[in-house]
T-cell receptor
């Protein structure tokens, strides 16, 4: 089945620094990738939709200048959390869609901002 | 605003019994329905998806969809302790849309 790889799995950074998270589709070309965030004991919340070669579409309340998304190829999307703060600490999960199959998720990135 | 509702649980079921998980959704235009299993600290894992009214069976799992009632359920037969997890219901409008998730039901299978 479709495999989505996400890296890093865990990152700790200091407040004010930026962190980049990569999401790769390994055995298919992902026309669309999605970025979700999950706080403890909460559901996954869609942050943005990333389309290859075009600007990402952000959900209401998500700051596009803080969460930079780049989908430069059909197999890679990156999420950069800029000027991270402790409240950005969360579990970030990407998923990829090839236009046909149900969404499959990466293994997630646990971000801790100190 | 699209909403997906699930009972958060915990739902406790004896080993070997049938676990029944329920979900309702607000957007009548929803086209695709998914059940994911999520272990603590891990990413969601796709269990079942269903697009049409009725039942869909895959091994011990059966997904049921009733679009008129805006209701989707997941039945797990012969429940095993390894089935203990949080089960997330998700829906989307079809095509390449992001999913709207419920908060999940915490299922505990008692040995």
């Amino acid at each position: 089945g479709a495999v989505v790889s996400q890296h890093p799995s865990r990152v700790i950074c200091k407040s004010g620094t930026s962190v980049k998270i990569e999401c790769r589709s390994l055995d298919f070309q992902a026309t669309t990738m999605f970025w979700y965030r999950q706080f403890p004991k909460q559901s996954l919340m869609l942050m943005a939709t990333s389309n290859e070669g075009s600007k990402a579409t952000y959900e209401q309340g998500v700051e596009k200048d803080k969460f930079l998304i780049n989908h430069a190829s059909l197999t890679l999307s990156t999420l950069t959390v800029t000027s991270a703060h402790p409240e950005d600490s969360s579990f970030y999960i990407c998923s990829a869609h090839d236009g046909n199959s149900p969404l499959h998720f990466g293994n997630g990135t646990r971000l801790t901002v100190t | 605003q699209k909403e997906v509702e699930q009972n958060s649980g915990p739902l406790s079921v004896p080993e070997g019994a049938i676990a029944s998980l329920n979900c309702t959704y607000s957007d009548r235009g929803s086209q695709s329905f998914f059940w994911y299993r999520q272990y603590s600290g891990k990413s969601p894992e796709l269990i079942m998806f269903i697009y049409s009214n009725g039942d869909k069976e895959d091994g011990r799992f059966t997904a049921q969809l009733n679009k008129a009632s805006q209701y989707v359920s997941l039945l797990i037969r012969d429940s095993q302790p390894s089935d203990s997890a949080t089960y997330l219901c998700a829906v989307n409008g079809g095509g390449a849309d992001g999913l709207t998730f419920g908060k999940g039901t915490h299922l505990i299978i008692q040995p």
